[in-house]
């Protein structure tokens, strides 16, 4: 069963800072891997798809990578905003279904 | 097409009744998916349709809960004898599959079972 960790649980940085946020997941037989952002008590916004034969995927401020072989993906936010604060989920795709790890919640400090 | 639609956003129920909800994809979408998400968890699968046949359940998805997707449009949710512990938010995503197979989620229904 395919297992996803995202690390660390929480982050809190001053605006301006430059993040990474971490995924790791545990079969490397996926389709794509997708990052979503999650507002409190809202649904997932889709940021970034990386589909399998991809090593990166940028949107704006936002660049993706993958290392399938490793099991890794990280999120690299450039020049945080306030804005960009809410939890970010990272999902697997294995074909049939979306394995997502826990998230990761992003505090942006003004 | 504004993105997958979801109702009621909100459900307060008494435990022990039957609530339904309803996924409207976005319309090209020949995939749709049903997840569960409580607090600080992230979305668990539920079941998935590829166009109006489930083709997956999980043992999640007690015999107290029932999916449909007739005539591969919109899809409803019931959960009969409701709980407390099926208090969640209940998330739908559609995706083309055969394409870049990228997931859109809707704003998610809340469950509160009381």
């Known amino acids: 069963k395919q297992e996803v960790t995202q690390i660390p649980a929480a982050l809190s940085v001053p605006e301006g800072e430059n993040l990474v946020l971490n995924c790791s997941f545990t079969?490397?037989?996926?389709?794509?891997l997708q990052w979503f952002r999650q507002d409190p008590g809202k649904g997932l916004t889709s940021l970034l798809l990386?589909?399998?034969?991809?090593r990166e995927q940028t949107s704006g401020r936002l660049n993706a990578s993958l290392d399938k072989s490793s099991g890794r993906s990280t999120l690299y936010i450039a020049a945080s905003q306030p804005g960009d604060s809410a939890t970010y989920l990272c999902?697997?795709?294995?074909?049939?279904?979306?394995?997502f790890g826990t998230g990761t919640s992003l505090t942006v400090i003004p | 097409d504004t993105g997958v639609s979801q109702n009621p956003r909100h459900k307060i129920t008494k435990r022990g009744q039957n609530v339904t909800f309803r996924c409207d994809p976005i319309?090209?979408?020949?995939?749709l998916y049903w997840y569960r998400q409580t607090l600080g968890q992230g979305p668990e699968f539920l079941t998935y349709?590829?166009?109006?046949?489930?083709?997956?359940k999980s043992r999640l998805l007690s015999d107290r809960f029932s999916a449909e997707r007739p005539k591969g449009s919109f899809s409803t949710l019931e959960i009969q004898r409701t709980e407390q512990g099926d208090s969640a938010m209940y998330l739908c995503?559609?995706?083309?599959?055969?394409?870049?197979?990228?997931?859109?989620f809707g704003q998610g229904t809340r469950l509160t079972v009381v």
């Open positions: 319309s090209e979408h020949n995939r």
């Open positions: 079969d490397s037989a996926i389709y794509n």
């Open positions: 349709f590829q166009n109006e046949a489930q083709l997956e």
């Open positions: 999902a697997v795709n294995t074909g049939n279904q979306f394995y």
């Open positions: 990386i589909q399998s034969s991809q």
């Open positions: 995503a559609s995706s083309f599959w055969g394409r870049d197979t990228e997931a859109f």
